[in-house]
């Protein structure tokens, strides 16, 4: 139930959809964080701006290039080969998302970026994955890599008749991945993710390593590897990675469910933990990884 | 009054299904949520931004206008309407201090979401709406948000008439600590810290208000757990008779003692419906639903015990942060903390001061396990504490100090008075189940690799179907059996079922004492026009005194089917007949029978064919009140107002994660005894359900608040319920121990496992962090403070 009224709109191309934004409007992509939000009161738009006509749910490859809508919703990511195959992290990612079919069949990643909650699992996810948002607006058309899209919780350089329509990035076909999470209970928002990949080389030196932290600060956290590359990966490598992101640590986020201290405190073992589970997925299939699903706690 | 025990029949002591369980299930239940009538309107409430302020001036021009509005409501606008909500237990005649409640605020506002206005329109989302144009000027003032700072010296007086922030305070047991502990051979002291939790009901409050203008008479479907006594204050406030007022409970969709009758959210629909003249819903927001309390309190002890660990004396200082002042029962949950402080132990001097403290919080709303929680937890920590420094095995502890089996009936320093029970017997079958120590040693083993698992028991005894004396709280409760022409049941009962199947056990016991199929009896609960007055669902009572009520009265009717029977078969008239499988026979001739169907009808069509005393009709009313209250003090002070005292020994296994302070769960054992057990399948549902909850209370369900007082906890994503995902499942042993004063022997089962599990849990975690030095007083067990406690110990 939403108290105060409003127009609405479902345009059918993006253009129109830009086209229809203002500093009163609002975009509506699953509603799962707008609606609530509008029967709450704490936003009241003039004109509410729906994206489910704009066709913007689609998934494809190109190249060695992996391109999702803004609309696809954790359903969709799951049931999706192409995300399997080109990134599992999202597939790991949208598995231990809480809410139930009704919400992973109705959220979507482009609300969870642009509501750049801090606590969301999306947004360090994509950073982790090296993401460019496609984001459509009076100008046309303009690509942002997503770890600049995050200024603030809830903040993005997104202006008011922004858009994003989707996002494209590099398939890690060849890396393995690891998610973890940390909550308070299955009905917690995540307190801490930590997303890594690697990759490794024929020797079983470390040709690349990504790691991002989403929870840990208002912003998804990238920690620098790069004193990893061209190491074997031992555990004092991850031990070198723990250290990293303790170092990365600037202001750790504080909510309701956990202050700045204990966020800062759990960072470390979550990264550590995320590189090990990526450690031990390096080299295998698609079909082995289907069968053990990762464990995220 | 003596009923005698019985044994299992066809249906009672079985695993029957819920009779409305399908209802449930294919989303056929009605609940008030459900009912609309015509021209029905909605109200919604202005609720207070801040949690302690003067209320200047409430201007409500542009809500009148806006669209749908029909009426915008101060409380001052209400005052007319509606006298101060009659309390509950009334502190001010108990040595504390009165405070007057209504509806709406009216002048000040004491807690962050107290109701100050109210608007109605033709839909909630106008109402919602119109909310948002009423201005209230507010002035704000200094806020109180624990039981230190409220006890202050110089802290500003939240009702300056009572001079002091502290709403009662009282003592249960004698003052002679320092006596016993003066020859004691070991001393302890130490103070637990409970949080603020509330009972979380899925559906919240929800209402709605029919008044008759023509008629002068209001109806009110109402999620409550006591409509009869609902209606008594209803009338008393709105200056109407009992009989101008019907209330009907549909389904309730959980209450957990929030939805007991006499809150101020039972007024604002009967009252705005009566002001308008139109039917008027209101569903409380779930924020709103979150507001009310359940616990928070600081337990200050000191324990007095011999080497080996016989506990000679118990000294309680008992701190509740009960938030604002209410009409509710909600204080009186640190009374019967105090009440039952050490219950079930043999501990001959156990004294307790209790204050029940007033901060800017939402009130205290009497909630499932009603203050035994903290009680519970408090004496299970301090057996573990006194274990540890006597160097006895923890169980064995327990074992020295429980009331043994022969001690019967045993008379606690509170006067409360223990019937039955085998607590050692219980501790015995827990342990097993447990497989206690071969788990002893795949810590120790687990242990030398890093892994931190703890193990922690936790025994609760709840006293149950309590007794106010002078209050709408009974032990006692009155049910109707009527049987028809054709042979079918009606039980109508002054008790109801907050969704527990109370009403499942009540049909089994009727159609066992009838000899009749289970699908013959009915039952009808929550209506004040055909159910007799009764006090509803609190305490764990509905089976015990309702359904005891119902078996005298079936066994009324039983005995009139007998005569009609003897009648058909024309038998002496002391023949014995059994009634069995719907038949009527003769004991001594089985071959001569009459169908229970034949008897009932022959009851209303010849009834000149019966015994000139038998009166022609199938309809009983009786009472059952047990025998075992004793509601007149003795010297000391002392009362025995609870009927039943079942009882459990939890045990709880977790691994820590010591890096990130989350808890798994791995095994949750409880064993209970609630007597005999009219349904498995409802004192299993009961357990586990107060057993989760109990564990969610020890580690994720927590209210917070702001340095304002603003509650942050306002949702299931906030105020963290545990899932299917984070409990495993629960392994239940049993015992049965009949409750000697009771007939059916049937003990309160509706607040078991909450207290044991949130002691065991608690115990678990201490036990798992030991080895590294830590240890933690309070709860919540959350990660947080798991990771705060090991850093203090690394220091
Ligand atoms: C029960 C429940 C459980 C949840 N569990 C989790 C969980 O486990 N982990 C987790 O990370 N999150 C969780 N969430 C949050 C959920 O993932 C987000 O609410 C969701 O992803 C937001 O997507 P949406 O499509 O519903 O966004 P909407 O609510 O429609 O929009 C969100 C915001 O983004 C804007 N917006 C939407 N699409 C675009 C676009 N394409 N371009 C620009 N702006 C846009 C909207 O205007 C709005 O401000 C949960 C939510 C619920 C309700």
């Known amino acids: ?297 | 009054m003596e009923v005698g025990l019985r044994t299992a029949g066809k249906s009672v002591g079985r695993p029957v299904r819920k009779h409305d369980g399908d209802a449930y299930l294919t989303a056929n239940a009605t609940y008030t949520g459900d009912i609309v009538l015509p021209g029905t309107v909605y109200a919604a409430l202005v609720r207070a931004p801040l949690a302690h302020a003067l209320i200047r001036s409430v201007s409500t021009a542009a809500a009148e206008g806006a669209t749908g509005v029909i009426a915008v409501v101060t409380g001052e606008d209400m005052i007319p309407w509606c006298d101060e909500i009659p309390h509950g237990l009334d502190a001010g005649h108990l040595g504390g201090h009165h405070s007057a409640v209504f509806p709406l605020a009216v002048e000040k506002v004491v807690y962050a979401g107290e109701p100050i206005a109210a608007v109605v329109a033709t839909s909630e989302a106008d109402a919602h709406a119109a909310c948002l144009m009423v201005e209230v000027d507010y002035e704000p003032l200094p806020v109180l948000l624990d039981v230190e700072s409220a006890l202050a010296a110089d802290a500003p007086i939240l009702y300056p008439a009572w001079a002091e922030n502290v709403l009662i305070e009282g003592h249960v047991g004698n003052d002679d600590f320092a006596e016993v502990a003066r020859t004691a051979p070991h001393v302890l002291e130490g103070e637990l810290r409970t949080h603020r939790g509330t009972a979380a009901p899925m559906e919240p409050r929800t209402y709605l208000a029919d008044w008759d203008a023509g008629r002068q008479h209001l109806t009110l479907y109402a999620s409550t757990q006591n409509p009869h006594v609902l209606r008594t204050v209803l009338a008393a406030a709105m200056r109407l008779r009992e009989d101008q007022i019907h209330v009907v409970a549909p389904k309730v969709g959980g209450s957990f003692g929030l939805k007991m009758y006499g809150s101020r959210e039972d007024f604002i629909a009967p009252v705005l419906a009566r002001m308008v003249g139109r039917p008027v819903s209101w569903v409380e927001e779930r924020a709103a639903s979150l507001l009310p309390a359940a616990r928070e309190q600081v337990l200050s002890y000191r324990v007095a015990f011999d080497d080996d660990g016989g506990l000679l004396a118990l000294d309680v200082e008992a701190l509740t942060d009960h938030g604002a002042a209410a009409p509710t029962h909600g204080w009186a949950m640190a009374y019967v903390g105090a009440l039952s402080t050490g219950l079930g132990y043999a501990i001959e001097h156990c004294h307790v001061h209790y204050r029940v403290v007033v901060t800017n919080k939402a009130p205290w709303s009497g909630t499932k396990p009603f203050g035994k929680d903290g009680a519970t937890l408090l004496l299970e920590r301090i057996m573990e504490r006194v274990a540890a420094a006597t160097g006895v095995d923890a169980g064995t502890v327990r074992r020295r100090n429980f009331v043994a089996p022969s001690a019967f009936p045993y008379r606690h320093t509170s006067g409360l008075e223990l019937d039955s029970g085998d607590y050692a017997a219980a501790l015995d079958q827990t342990l097993e189940i447990l497989s206690h120590e071969r788990l002893r040693a795949d810590q120790a083993r687990l242990r030398a690799q890093g892994r931190y698992l703890g193990i922690g028991l936790g025994f609760e005894l709840m006293p149950e179907s309590a007794d106010i004396p002078g209050g709408f709280v009974a032990a006692y409760d009155t049910s109707t059996v009527r049987m028809s022409p054709s042979g079918r049941v009606s039980v109508l009962t002054g008790v109801t079922s907050p969704g527990t199947g109370s009403d499942t056990g009540i049909c089994q016991l009727v159609a066992d004492e009838l000899g009749v199929a289970l699908d013959t009896v009915s039952v009808v609960q929550g209506d004040t026009d055909t159910c007799p007055y009764g006090f509803g669902n609190i305490s764990s009572r509905s089976l015990v005194t309702g359904g005891n009520a119902a078996v005298l009265a079936a066994r009324d009717v039983a005995d009139k089917i007998r005569a009609a029977a003897r009648a058909l078969l024309r038998a002496d008239y002391d023949e014995p007949v059994l009634i069995e499988d719907g038949i009527a026979r003769l004991t001594r001739d089985p071959s001569r029978s009459v169908s229970v169907v034949e008897a009932a009808r022959a009851v209303y069509t010849r009834s000149y064919e019966l015994e000139l005393d038998v009166e022609p009709h199938l309809e009983s009313t009786r009472t059952y009140r047990p025998s075992n209250i004793r509601e007149v003090p003795d010297a000391l002070g002392r009362m025995q107002t609870y009927t039943t005292y079942p009882y459990a020994v939890h045990a709880s296994v977790v691994e820590v994660d010591v890096e990130t302070g989350v808890v798994t769960l791995l095994r949750h054992v409880a064993t209970h005894d609630c007597g005999t057990v009219v349904n498995p399948l409802m004192v299993d549902g009961q357990v586990t359900g107060g057993v989760v909850m109990g564990l969610g209370a020890a580690f994720s369900e927590e209210l917070v608040f702001d340095d304002d007082g603003i509650p942050l906890t306002t949702g299931f994503k906030t105020y963290l319920l545990p899932r299917a995902v984070d409990v495993p499942r629960v392994e239940l042993g049993h015992l049965c121990t009949p409750a000697p004063g009771t007939p059916l022997g049937a003990k309160g089962v509706g607040e078991a496992g909450f207290a044991g599990a949130l002691a065991a849990a608690f115990n678990a975690v201490n036990d798992a962090v030991a080895p590294l030095g830590a240890r933690l007083d309070r709860t919540p067990l959350s990660p947080i403070a798991i990771m705060r406690a090991l850093r203090e110990a690394r220091r």
């Open chain 1, 1 to 297: 139930m939403i108290p105060t009224r409003f127009e609405y709109v479902a345009p059918r191309t993006a253009a129109d959809v830009v086209a229809a934004l203002d500093g009163e409007s609002r975009l509506l992509a699953g509603g799962t964080w707008v609606v609530p939000e509008m029967g709450r009161a704490e936003s009241r738009p003039r004109r509410v701006v729906d994206l489910r006509r704009a066709g913007l749910a689609t998934i494809s490859v190109e190249g060695s290039r992996l391109r999702l809508g803004a609309m696809c919703t954790y359903s969709d990511l799951l049931s999706s080969e192409d995300v399997t195959r080109h990134a599992p992290l999202l597939r790991t990612m949208a598995s231990g998302v809480t809410g139930g079919s009704a919400l992973r069949n109705q959220a979507t990643i482009g609300g969870s970026v642009a509501a750049a909650r801090p606590q969301s699992d999306v947004p360090a996810t994509l950073v982790a994955l090296r993401a460019d948002a496609v984001v459509a607006g009076p100008a046309g058309s303009r690509r942002v890599p997503t770890a600049e899209l995050f200024l603030g919780a809830g903040r993005t350089t997104l202006a008011v008749d922004e858009v994003i329509t989707g996002f494209d990035l590099p398939s890690e076909r060849m890396s393995g991945h690891g998610y973890v999470k940390l909550k308070r209970g299955g009905s917690s928002w995540p307190i801490v993710t930590a997303a890594a990949l690697l990759r490794l080389d024929d020797d079983g030196r470390c040709e690349t390593a990504h790691l991002v932290l989403g929870g840990v600060e208002a912003v998804p956290m990238t920690v620098d590897l790069t004193i990893m590359l061209g190491r074997p990966l031992g555990d004092q490598e991850l031990d070198v990675a723990a250290a990293r992101t303790v170092a990365a640590l600037s202001a750790p986020w504080t909510d309701v469910l956990a202050p700045g201290d204990y966020r800062a405190a759990v960072a470390a073992p979550a990264a550590r933990r995320a590189l090990a589970m990526a450690r031990a997925n390096v080299g295998v299939t698609e079909g082995e990884r289907h069968g053990r699903r990762p464990d995220c706690p």
